[in-house]
């Protein structure tokens, strides 16, 4: 079983930075993509960035330039600075990562983190 566990949510002004992290433990052989999902009250969750095992990253068109993901695949970590934070960036914010449990064989499974509650406000 995978385990990920988030942390760095929290209460910011308009215009404040946050930097969240997700570390997976568990047993698996490596685990591939890793991303940031936020849902906000009322609406669906959406994929905020994502980021391979190799680095290459994409990012919601409201967050670019803003907010920067990347991961320490030593530490099976994955992170999310967010700069520039707005009211509209408040949400409760979940890590995924798409693992391979093991070397056999392609399968790969879907894990979720706990959520860590993002709130921007004055």
């Known amino acids: 079983q995978v385990q990920l566990v988030e942390s760095g949510g929290g209460l910011v002004q308009p215009g404040g930075s946050l930097r969240l992290s997700c570390a997976a433990s568990?047993?698996?052989?490596?685990?591939?993509?890793m991303g940031w999902y936020r849902q906000a009250p009322g609406k669906q969750r959406e994929l905020v960035a994502g980021?391979?095992?190799?680095?290459?990253?994409n990012y919601a068109d409201s967050v670019k330039g803003r907010f920067t993901v990347s991961r320490d695949n030593a530490k099976n970590t994955v992170y999310l600075q967010m700069n520039s934070l707005k009211p509209e960036d408040t949400a409760v914010y979940y890590c995924?990562?798409?693992?391979?449990?093991?070397?056999?064989?392609?399968?790969?499974?879907?894990?979720w983190g706990q959520g860590t509650q993002v709130t921007v406000s004055s």
């Open positions: 995924n990562a798409d693992v391979r449990p093991s070397a056999i064989g392609s399968y790969t499974k879907a894990y």
């Open positions: 568990g047993r698996f052989w490596r685990i591939n993509n």
């Open positions: 980021i391979t095992s190799g680095g290459s990253t």
